[in-house]
C-alpha cells in the first residue's frame, strides 16, 4: 500500500469529476497519518477550499472545542471529508461526484487504519453505513464496520445553525464525544492484538 503522501499528491491532480473545474485546490485531509480516530464530513466549504484545510471555518472551531473537551488534540486525529473538492454555492455533492471520490476515500481509510470512524451528519452517515438512515436516530451509537467502530453524531454545522452552545443538539453532540472517548479507551491495543488476544 502507498504512503498517505503519495496518495494526497496524486489526489490534488485529480479531474474525475466536474467539481476540479471550480475548485481552488484538493482538500485531502488532515492529521496523524497513524490515528486512531478518523471524523469523516461531508466537503470543503467556502474556507475549506482557499485553505486547503478539512474543518477550519466555524464547525471547524466548535470539532476542536469538543475534541479538547474530550481531552484529544486536532493533531492526534485524522479529519476529511467524503468529497476532496468545495461543490459548488456548498450544494449538495451528486451521485458521481460522490463514486468519483469513493477510492480517495476508501484509499485513505485502508492507510490510515483507524479503529474508530466517527461520521458528522446524515452525509456522511449515509454513505458510511450505505443505508438511508436518520442522523437523529443512529447518533451515539457503535456500528461495527469491517473490523472499525462507526460513531455517527450530527454535524457540527447543523449544531451551530440549530441553536449553538445551549441546544439539545450541543447537549446531544457532548454526549456522543463521550462515547467516542469511550470507544477509542475499549478499542484493542497494539500488544494484545500481537498476543492474540483478539
Ligand atoms: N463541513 C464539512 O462537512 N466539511 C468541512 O471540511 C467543512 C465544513
Not at 61 to 85: H, T
Not at 86 to 113: F, H, M, Q, Y
Request: aromatic residues 6%; negative net charge; proline residues 7%.
Amino acid at each position: 500500500m502507498r504512503r498517505l503522501e503519495e496518495a494526497a499528491l496524486d489526489a490534488s491532480t485529480c479531474t474525475r469529476c466536474r467539481l476540479s473545474q471550480g475548485r481552488t485546490q484538493v482538500v485531502y485531509g488532515v492529521g496523524d497519518p497513524n490515528a486512531d480516530l478518523m471524523f469523516i464530513g461531508e466537503a470543503p466549504g467556502f474556507h475549506e477550499d482557499k485553505q486547503g484545510e478539512p474543518f477550519v471555518g466555524a464547525a471547524g472551531q466548535l470539532l476542536n472545542q469538543l475534541l479538547s473537551e474530550i481531552g484529544i488534540s486536532r493533531q492526534d486525529v485524522y479529519i476529511n471529508n467524503v468529497i476532496l473538492c468545495r461543490p459548488p454555492g456548498n450544494r449538495d455533492p451528486l451521485p458521481d461526484e460522490l463514486d468519483a471520490c469513493k477510492p480517495w476515500l476508501d484509499e485513505r481509510i485502508a492507510i490510515i487504519d483507524p479503529a474508530v470512524v466517527v461520521t458528522l451528519g446524515n452525509w456522511a452517515t449515509r454513505y458510511i453505513l450505505g443505508r438511508q438512515v436518520s442522523i437523529s436516530r443512529v447518533r451515539g451509537q457503535r456500528f461495527p464496520w469491517s473490523s472499525r467502530t462507526v460513531i455517527p453524531t450530527f454535524h457540527p454545522a447543523a449544531v451551530l445553525h440549530g441553536g449553538g452552545q445551549a441546544s439539545n443538539q450541543m447537549t446531544a453532540l457532548r454526549a456522543d464525544f463521550q462515547e467516542i472517548r469511550a470507544a477509542l479507551a475499549e478499542r484493542p491495543q497494539p500488544a494484545e492484538e500481537q498476543l492474540g488476544l483478539f
